[in-house]
């Protein structure tokens, strides 16, 4: 050791040791030697107890460094900055973690050593014949199992119980080779019997030998083995037919089930293997029966492997992963019970059919409510009832194409109604040909599924939105109704109305109301577009569908309300649409008179209620009437009409501007009802003038706004300038892409995307000062 003046000092007494003592062989204070292995060993210790301080002291520091910054006291100035601790950084002196344990190598080497020496043995029985013949090869195979039986007693004596397990795994292979050494002799006619009875009977006497082995030499191995060869034993002696085979796969799960109460681990692995194989198989064969006498003993089959999930679900366990293993019981009994639930009507026709599809739903929706009800264990209910929504889900897609067809139909007839300027001359063919018969009822368990599913969940919003999609899917199974069983016109049309008002009262009950209602919004546009499919039925359900909005906004608040009453004030311009129709107008003036109707009634909405967003889509129906109106009079001029407006408005907000902050609320307007319908009349137009006339007043409104810090002017100025540039560009642009090969656009945006990339933070900073600009503006 060292003294704080870089001398040396004893390590025995601590006192200085003169110049030159530490080449004497003792200490002149104490006597103790300073010379030999023993005070070599005795200087490393020291040096590495040095080294374990210092690492200590530094880290002490380093540990009130961080305090102090994390407390936001920063250390005084000047003052030495600790340097960080590195990751995975030993302190000097102290050896490394080894990463390998001695246990986990030795391990290793018995497995790898094992594994040889059984391909050894394999290869001299089967494959390497030589001269000894397969009787000498046998009566060699048996000394060599004697040996091996009788090894791993003697080592568990000496305490090396791993060597013990290996060769004892061996003797196990030993003993299945014996018995193929005495098949090949046919040893007392052995060859007489059936292969698949002679390995059966192989693993049961050998997996009682080793099971009775290896509980009497507390052996691990042999035990695992012998569980794992008796799982072949009922299966091939008995299982000659299908239904032979599930009854023995299900014999034997049960088995492994009284096995597991002993020797847990390999009995609950093996069977669980072999409740998987069993139950594909029972399913499988449920599936293809062509006859009751094959469908009905199937059926018991995948109840009794059900029973023993159940069973297997109870058994408790100190493992952490008892919880999974009860979830994948939940899963399989699910599946074994809607099985077989379904097997005995498979031999009624095609298992694909409409019917059979409900009669699987119905199986689902009746496995899920009982392991909900009946199961105690949550896992297993957990699994049983996700699995069951899951085959219930799988079920739903089947008729879902012809569904939304069926929902798309209605739209159909109003886009044609509205397109011919007229309703048809007759009622519409009752028989839409989309739903299926077994639409509506597989929707419908659906949807109690999930009403049911809503009152078992504790999370107060998942619950709500299962009772929401309940309602939702409820109201898809009533809208198919029509379709499926082929209703008549007036028939089906008033199964839609109903359809709302039962979701309006349903509005009252379910919570949030606002889910309700805006399944009741999709059902009210579903039957008002229905409705255009006869001129009496449009006039008549347009105005009852909103007397129901009326109602649902009478009895709410807030932004259902709101809603409601917007709903109401569309449905009454539909009406006012409608009636133009009847009245022999043509579509655009019909349209026009609807937009004027919705206008004028959210303008008394905006002004008895004091809502401004009312105002301005009552402002946005009227301009879109008086637009529809001018182009239904085939007006090609649109400035002279918009001009005069925007002169008044303009001046107006000029008026204005020094009372108003923004620039939107002065000129906003003024510009807007000039630019943007002279930007649509570009693209629907023809001819150069336009064009050229509209860019130079949006570039000049572009400058004169950039000039004058004002943002309207920038926005929309801007705005239309492009519109026009990529008008006049996109036949040239079109030209130039039919012009090159194909591969030259993927190539540039390609490239484009790359040099994007790699410049997005100059281009992220680049939109940042532009937003900023804009937002410096007034």
Known sequence: MMRASGRPACPGCGAELPDGATG?????????????????????????????????????????YLLSVL??????????????????????????????SARGAQNVLLAIGGVLLTVAAIV?????????????????????TALALAVPVALLRRGLRATAETVAGL???????????????????????????????????????????????????????????????????????LDAMIAMLTATVALDLVLARYVRVPATACGAAVFGVALALGVAGALIAQTWQEALPRS???????????????????????????????????????????????????????????????????VGAAMAAWTPWRPTRAGGMWTAGAVLGLVALVPLAGVLESLARPFELWAGTLGAGAWPDRLPDPLWHGATAAGPVVYGLAALALALLSRSLQDASAASASRIAAVAVAAVAVACVPDAYGLPYPAG??????????????????????????????????????????????????????????LVAWRSRGRLRDGALGAGVLLLGQEGMAVGLALGWSPPVAASV???????????????????RAGYLAAAFLVLAAWLRIGAAEVTVVEAYTLPCSVALLGFGWAARRRVESSWTAYG????????????????GEGWLRPLLLGTVALGLLLLGGVRRVQAPVVLGGGTLLGVAAHELAPWVAEVVLAVPRWVPIALGGLLLVLAGATYEARKRDVRRLRDLLARMR
Do not use: K, N
């Not at 062989?25 to 210092?54: I, M, N, T």
């Not at 698949?196 to 691990?220: E, K, N, P, S």
């Not at 889910?515 to 999709?522: D, E, I, K, L, M």
């Open 24 to 64: 004497e062989p003792a200490c002149p204070a104490c006597g103790l030697a300073l010379r030999g292995p023993a005070a070599h060993e005795l200087w490393q210790v020291d040096q590495a107890l040095a080294g374990l301080e210092a690492e200590r002291e530094r880290l002490r520091a380093r540990r009130a």
């Open 71 to 100: 407390r936001h006291q920063p250390p005084p100035p000047g003052a030495p900055v600790p340097p960080p601790v590195p990751v995975g950084a030993v302190p000097p002196g102290v050896p490394p973690r080894p990463e390998v």
């Open 124 to 144: 001299f029985t089967a494959v390497s014949w030589g001269r000894l013949g397969i009787g000498g090869r046998a009566a060699v195979l048996a000394g060599f």
């Open 171 to 241: 003797a196990a292979v030993l003993l299945l080779l014996d018995a193929y050494a005495l098949w090949r002799l046919d040893a007392g006619g052995v060859r007489a019997v059936e292969t698949a009875d002679y390995v059966a009977l192989t693993c049961a006497v050998v997996g009682a030998i080793l099971g009775a082995y290896g509980g009497a030499a507390a052996l691990r191995v042999p035990v695992a083995i012998a569980v794992g060869l008796g799982q072949f034993v009922l299966p091939l002696a008995f299982g000659d037919t």
């Open 300 to 366: 018991a089959l995948l109840t009794a492997l059900a029973a023993l999930g159940v069973l297997a679900a109870a058994r408790r366990d100190a493992t952490g992963v008892f919880r999974l293993w009860q979830a994948a019981c939940g899963v399989v009994v699910a599946v074994a019970l809607i099985t077989a639930l379904v097997a005995p009507s498979r031999p009624m026709g095609d298992w694909r059919g409409d019917w059979q599809l409900a009669l699987v739903a119905l199986a689902a929706l009746l």
């Open 493 to 550: 049309l008033g199964v839609l109305v109903a359809l709302v008002a039962g979701l309006v009262v349903a509005a009252r009950w379910v919570r949030p109301p606002a889910g309700a209602a805006a399944v009741a919004a999709v059902a009210a546009a579903l039957a008002g577009a229905y409705a255009f499919g006869h001129v009496a039925a449009t006039l008549a359900v347009l105005p009852a569908l909103a007397l129901l909005a009326g």
């Open 594 to 612: 609807g937009c004027s109707v919705a206008g004028v009634l959210l303008g008394g909405l905006a002004v008895r209620s004091r809502r401004p």
């Open 669 to 684: 307007a003024g510009l807007s009802v000039t630019l943007l319908p002279s930007l649509a009349a570009v693209y629907l």
